[in-house]
T-cell receptor, first 118, second 111 residues
Protein backbone atom coordinates (compact mmCIF):
# COMPACT_ATOMS: atom_id res chain seq x y z
CA UNK A 1 0.00 0.00 0.00
CA UNK A 2 1.09 3.58 -0.56
CA UNK A 3 2.88 5.26 2.31
CA UNK A 4 2.55 8.74 3.69
CA UNK A 5 3.18 11.32 1.00
CA UNK A 6 4.47 14.78 1.79
CA UNK A 7 4.84 17.60 -0.70
CA UNK A 8 6.94 19.42 -1.54
CA UNK A 9 10.15 17.66 -0.51
CA UNK A 10 12.18 20.83 -0.43
CA UNK A 11 11.23 24.44 -0.05
CA UNK A 12 13.12 27.72 0.26
CA UNK A 13 11.29 30.74 1.58
CA UNK A 14 12.18 34.25 2.66
CA UNK A 15 11.69 35.62 6.15
CA UNK A 16 8.23 37.06 6.57
CA UNK A 17 6.61 34.87 3.94
CA UNK A 18 4.16 32.10 4.65
CA UNK A 19 4.26 28.49 3.59
CA UNK A 20 1.83 25.60 3.24
CA UNK A 21 2.91 21.97 3.44
CA UNK A 22 0.80 19.02 2.39
CA UNK A 23 0.44 15.48 3.71
CA UNK A 24 -1.54 12.55 2.33
CA UNK A 25 -1.91 9.78 4.92
CA UNK A 26 -2.08 6.07 4.34
CA UNK A 27 -5.46 5.10 2.95
CA UNK A 28 -7.87 4.44 5.80
CA UNK A 29 -5.87 6.33 8.40
CA UNK A 30 -7.84 9.18 9.89
CA UNK A 31 -5.26 10.46 12.37
CA UNK A 32 -2.56 12.79 11.04
CA UNK A 33 0.17 14.32 13.18
CA UNK A 34 2.81 16.88 12.37
CA UNK A 35 6.32 17.13 13.81
CA UNK A 36 9.14 19.60 13.46
CA UNK A 37 12.71 18.33 13.53
CA UNK A 38 15.72 20.57 14.04
CA UNK A 39 19.29 19.72 15.05
CA UNK A 40 18.95 21.65 18.27
CA UNK A 41 15.49 20.66 19.49
CA UNK A 42 15.10 17.26 17.87
CA UNK A 43 11.64 15.96 17.01
CA UNK A 44 8.87 18.09 18.44
CA UNK A 45 5.14 17.51 18.18
CA UNK A 46 3.16 20.25 16.46
CA UNK A 47 -0.45 19.02 16.29
CA UNK A 48 -2.70 16.07 15.57
CA UNK A 49 -5.87 15.98 13.52
CA UNK A 50 -8.65 13.45 13.46
CA UNK A 51 -11.78 13.69 11.36
CA UNK A 52 -11.04 17.29 10.39
CA UNK A 53 -10.65 18.34 14.04
CA UNK A 54 -7.48 19.28 15.86
CA UNK A 55 -7.44 17.17 18.98
CA UNK A 56 -3.96 17.81 20.31
CA UNK A 57 -1.49 20.63 20.01
CA UNK A 58 2.14 21.04 20.92
CA UNK A 59 3.87 24.07 22.33
CA UNK A 60 4.29 26.17 19.21
CA UNK A 61 3.25 29.77 18.51
CA UNK A 62 0.04 30.59 16.72
CA UNK A 63 1.96 31.16 13.48
CA UNK A 64 1.84 27.40 13.09
CA UNK A 65 -1.56 26.11 12.08
CA UNK A 66 -3.04 23.19 10.28
CA UNK A 67 -6.17 21.63 8.97
CA UNK A 68 -7.50 18.32 7.79
CA UNK A 69 -9.87 17.67 4.94
CA UNK A 70 -12.69 15.17 4.67
CA UNK A 71 -10.43 12.75 2.79
CA UNK A 72 -7.97 12.88 5.74
CA UNK A 73 -5.35 14.79 3.79
CA UNK A 74 -3.78 17.47 5.92
CA UNK A 75 -1.99 20.75 5.44
CA UNK A 76 0.06 22.81 7.81
CA UNK A 77 0.73 26.49 7.43
CA UNK A 78 3.43 28.67 8.89
CA UNK A 79 2.92 32.39 8.62
CA UNK A 80 5.47 35.18 9.01
CA UNK A 81 8.38 32.82 8.63
CA UNK A 82 11.43 33.22 10.84
CA UNK A 83 14.94 31.88 10.31
CA UNK A 84 14.37 29.49 13.20
CA UNK A 85 11.53 27.83 11.34
CA UNK A 86 14.07 26.15 9.08
CA UNK A 87 13.54 22.47 9.76
CA UNK A 88 12.41 19.12 8.50
CA UNK A 89 8.63 18.94 8.87
CA UNK A 90 7.31 15.43 9.22
CA UNK A 91 3.81 14.11 8.91
CA UNK A 92 2.70 10.83 10.44
CA UNK A 93 -0.51 8.92 9.95
CA UNK A 94 -2.02 6.42 12.31
CA UNK A 95 -5.02 4.13 12.43
CA UNK A 96 -5.80 5.45 15.90
CA UNK A 97 -9.49 6.03 16.23
CA UNK A 98 -11.91 8.50 17.68
CA UNK A 99 -10.97 7.77 21.27
CA UNK A 100 -7.26 7.96 20.66
CA UNK A 101 -5.99 4.58 21.54
CA UNK A 102 -2.72 2.94 22.44
CA UNK A 103 0.52 3.94 20.80
CA UNK A 104 0.79 0.31 19.83
CA UNK A 105 -1.36 1.18 16.84
CA UNK A 106 1.78 2.64 15.39
CA UNK A 107 2.64 5.68 13.38
CA UNK A 108 3.90 5.79 9.81
CA UNK A 109 5.96 8.81 8.91
CA UNK A 110 6.46 10.46 5.57
CA UNK A 111 9.89 11.51 4.30
CA UNK A 112 9.22 15.09 5.29
CA UNK A 113 9.48 18.54 3.78
CA UNK A 114 12.81 20.28 4.21
CA UNK A 115 12.02 23.98 4.72
CA UNK A 116 14.81 26.53 4.54
CA UNK A 117 14.08 30.11 5.52
CA UNK A 118 16.57 32.69 4.26
CA UNK B 1 4.53 10.45 29.50
CA UNK B 2 7.59 8.79 31.00
CA UNK B 3 10.95 10.42 30.28
CA UNK B 4 13.61 8.26 28.67
CA UNK B 5 17.41 8.33 28.79
CA UNK B 6 19.59 6.80 26.09
CA UNK B 7 23.28 7.02 25.20
CA UNK B 8 23.92 9.83 22.76
CA UNK B 9 25.99 7.69 20.43
CA UNK B 10 27.38 4.21 19.91
CA UNK B 11 29.91 2.72 17.53
CA UNK B 12 30.00 -0.79 16.14
CA UNK B 13 31.41 -2.86 13.31
CA UNK B 14 29.64 -4.86 10.67
CA UNK B 15 28.54 -8.27 11.81
CA UNK B 16 28.47 -7.43 15.50
CA UNK B 17 25.46 -7.48 17.77
CA UNK B 18 24.47 -4.07 19.09
CA UNK B 19 22.54 -3.48 22.29
CA UNK B 20 21.10 -0.05 23.01
CA UNK B 21 19.72 0.43 26.50
CA UNK B 22 17.03 2.91 27.40
CA UNK B 23 16.24 3.99 30.95
CA UNK B 24 12.65 4.90 31.89
CA UNK B 25 12.47 4.91 35.67
CA UNK B 26 8.98 6.40 35.97
CA UNK B 27 7.25 4.15 33.47
CA UNK B 28 3.56 3.74 34.24
CA UNK B 29 1.66 0.48 34.48
CA UNK B 30 -0.10 0.95 31.15
CA UNK B 31 2.92 2.21 29.22
CA UNK B 32 4.32 0.42 26.20
CA UNK B 33 7.95 0.73 25.09
CA UNK B 34 8.46 1.50 21.43
CA UNK B 35 11.59 1.93 19.34
CA UNK B 36 11.90 3.91 16.13
CA UNK B 37 14.77 4.15 13.64
CA UNK B 38 15.53 7.25 11.62
CA UNK B 39 17.85 7.72 8.66
CA UNK B 40 19.00 11.22 7.63
CA UNK B 41 16.33 13.28 5.90
CA UNK B 42 13.69 10.61 6.40
CA UNK B 43 10.89 10.14 8.89
CA UNK B 44 11.25 7.74 11.82
CA UNK B 45 10.36 4.13 11.15
CA UNK B 46 8.74 1.81 13.68
CA UNK B 47 11.07 -1.04 14.69
CA UNK B 48 9.59 -2.90 17.63
CA UNK B 49 7.30 -2.52 20.60
CA UNK B 50 6.84 -4.41 23.84
CA UNK B 51 5.29 -4.35 27.27
CA UNK B 52 7.32 -6.90 29.25
CA UNK B 53 9.84 -9.74 28.92
CA UNK B 54 11.06 -10.26 25.37
CA UNK B 55 9.74 -9.42 21.94
CA UNK B 56 11.40 -10.44 18.70
CA UNK B 57 10.66 -9.65 15.08
CA UNK B 58 12.57 -9.98 11.83
CA UNK B 59 14.57 -6.84 12.54
CA UNK B 60 15.34 -6.73 16.25
CA UNK B 61 14.69 -8.01 19.74
CA UNK B 62 13.48 -6.03 22.71
CA UNK B 63 14.36 -7.11 26.23
CA UNK B 64 12.38 -5.70 29.15
CA UNK B 65 13.27 -6.72 32.73
CA UNK B 66 10.60 -7.44 35.29
CA UNK B 67 10.69 -3.94 36.85
CA UNK B 68 10.31 -2.37 33.36
CA UNK B 69 12.50 0.57 34.35
CA UNK B 70 14.76 -0.03 31.40
CA UNK B 71 14.71 -1.81 28.08
CA UNK B 72 17.33 -2.99 25.60
CA UNK B 73 17.04 -2.95 21.85
CA UNK B 74 19.19 -5.68 20.33
CA UNK B 75 20.22 -5.56 16.68
CA UNK B 76 21.83 -8.82 15.55
CA UNK B 77 24.72 -8.74 13.08
CA UNK B 78 24.51 -5.08 12.11
CA UNK B 79 25.43 -3.84 8.67
CA UNK B 80 26.45 -0.43 7.37
CA UNK B 81 22.82 0.25 6.53
CA UNK B 82 21.91 0.09 10.21
CA UNK B 83 23.71 3.38 10.77
CA UNK B 84 20.89 5.60 12.01
CA UNK B 85 19.40 7.30 15.04
CA UNK B 86 17.39 5.03 17.32
CA UNK B 87 14.66 6.45 19.55
CA UNK B 88 13.14 4.84 22.61
CA UNK B 89 9.62 6.02 23.46
CA UNK B 90 7.41 5.20 26.40
CA UNK B 91 3.70 5.83 26.68
CA UNK B 92 0.32 4.22 26.58
CA UNK B 93 -1.42 6.51 24.17
CA UNK B 94 -4.36 6.91 26.49
CA UNK B 95 -6.72 9.54 25.27
CA UNK B 96 -5.04 11.70 22.72
CA UNK B 97 -1.46 11.55 23.91
CA UNK B 98 1.19 11.60 21.24
CA UNK B 99 4.67 10.37 20.52
CA UNK B 100 7.31 12.16 22.55
CA UNK B 101 10.80 11.76 21.15
CA UNK B 102 13.99 12.19 23.14
CA UNK B 103 17.40 12.85 21.63
CA UNK B 104 17.87 9.28 20.48
CA UNK B 105 21.06 7.23 20.04
CA UNK B 106 23.21 7.76 16.98
CA UNK B 107 24.53 4.35 15.95
CA UNK B 108 27.51 4.36 13.60
CA UNK B 109 28.41 1.04 11.98
CA UNK B 110 31.84 0.84 10.41
CA UNK B 111 33.28 -1.73 8.00
Amino acid sequence: KAGVTQTPRYLIKTRGQQVTLSCSPISGHRSVSWYQQTPGQGLQFLFEYFSETQRNKGNFPGRFSGRQFSNSRSEMNVSTLELGDSALYLCASSPRGEGGGPLSYGYTFGSGTRLTVV
Amino acid sequence: LAKTTQPISMDSYEGQEVNITCSHNNIATNDYITWYQQFPSQGPRFIIQGYKTKVTNEVASLFIPADRKSSTLSLPRVSLSDTAVYYCLVGDGSGYSTLTFGKGTMLLVSP
